[in-house]
């Protein structure tokens, strides 16, 4: 009698599990353990093949002018704007490869890729397009975003435009990707375990870095009569060598407007960076940005920590008109502080011109300390967006 019927024929005996299942379970569980390998195998080859085919369709639409928009910018710009982007259009030679989806930006999709020549070099860059099904008001503020940037980014200290796509679709841009990238991240990286042990980021350093941003600053402002309207570490590119470029150019896009959508932007900009007129009054001046700029030599001395991290950012405003302000932070030299202290100044007339501020970090930068900047608390992502005001 086999176990079967005995299971069925004497329920008073119990039955082994060893003597029921030992035979089942030799050919079930090999057999179920490989069914879910390959499962898995399946799983991860159709991921894989997925992945290639999104960055295929990346690619085909930026190279092959997939429509994205039913609008170019010869139907949403008059000609004179076409003729001055056109030295800005990018060769038929040149070929966008390795598109992936980076982030969303204000008119759509940012992607991170490569730009290959006709000579075979390649450079990595940053290409960010105007987002499909947009209206026409919006296709035309892309443009004019375009021109603005090809207008005004001929400075080395200033984000480098390399290439835009407008006669046919997408319309897109073409920027340098420039590497490390964010000086914000950057500085977060020096601390504690990420830091680089190669990378010797000292006072003298913070030096380096904030003459070229007073000096793109200064650009902007002596060359186009321009405010920033949001400086500030995040809107910083850093590249090799300590090398800087002020990026983050959309307040300063907006401030040149009348709309009041386009407007809007310069309101969202975090108070805690805001110079005191522009908290009350919305008053944007070249000395709202010196302001700013004192907040960026703090960020920079202290590897990016929060402004004001013991207060709320409603409350900056009241604790700056009872003539409150930041102490001196560790590291920072009197020099430096005192620079800070100079940026931070409540009339706004009282504060120095970014050329002056130029000559100031030039004639102090030899008293500076070059040991490394240590700072070993780790950076807590919501916690800083709590802090900075960051969060929405």
Request: net charge neutral.
């Amino acid at each position: 009698m086999d176990v079967d019927s005995k299971c069925r024929n004497d329920t008073s005996l119990p039955v082994s599990n060893e003597e029921s299942s030992g035979p089942l379970a030799v050919i079930v569980i090999p057999s179920l353990l490989g069914l879910s390998t390959l499962l898995v195998v399946v799983v991860i080859f159709c991921s894989l093949c997925k992945n290639k085919q999104r960055r295929q369709r990346t690619e085909d639409n930026f190279t092959n002018g997939q429509p994205s928009v039913s609008l170019t910018a010869a139907s949403v710009s008059p000609p004179k704007v076409q003729a001055a982007l056109r030295p800005w259009e990018i060769p038929e030679e040149c070929v966008l490869k390795g598109l992936e989806f980076w982030q969303t930006g204000h008119y759509g999709p940012i992607c991170k890729g490569l730009l290959k020549r006709s000579d075979g070099g390649s450079s990595a860059v940053v290409v960010k397009s105007l987002q499909g099904g947009l209206n026409q008001p919006e296709a035309e503020e892309f443009v004019e975003w375009l021109l603005f940037l090809a207008t005004v980014c001929k400075h080395e200290n200033v984000l480098q435009i390399l290439y835009c796509q407008t006669q046919r679709l997408p319309m897109y841009l073409v920027l340098d990707a420039y590497n490390p990238g964010n000086l914000l991240h950057f500085l977060w990286t020096l601390r504690n375990k990420n830091a680089d042990p190669l990378q010797n980021f000292s006072e003298r350093s913070v030096f380096l870095v904030a003459k070229q941003v007073a000096a793109g600053l200064d650009y902007l402002m002596s060359e186009h009569r321009l405010v920033h309207g949001d400086v500030a570490a995040r809107n910083i590119l850093i590249g090799p060598g300590l090398s800087a470029r002020v990026s983050g150019l959309g307040v300063a896009f907006g401030g040149r407007k009348m709309d009041s959508a386009i407007r809007q932007r310069a309101v969202e900009v975090p108070l805690k960076w805001q110079a005191p007129e522009r908290m009350m009054m919305q008053l944007s001046i070249d000395r709202s940005d010196v302001w700013s700029f004192g907040i960026l030599l703090f960020e920079l001395i202290t590897l990016g920590s929060s402004p004001y991290p013991e207060l709320e950012p409603l409350s900056v405003l009241p604790k700056l008109h009872a003539s409150y302000r930041m102490k001196r932070p560790n590291n920072c030299g009197g020099s430096l502080y005192d620079l800070m202290k100079y940026c931070w100044m409540w009339s706004f007339k009282d504060r120095p011109a970014f050329s002056a501020i130029i000559k100031l970090l030039e004639s102090s930068q030899h008293l500076t300390a070059t040991q490394p900047i240590h700072v070993p608390e780790v950076i807590d992502i919501f916690e800083y967006n709590r802090q900075a005001g960051l969060l929405s």
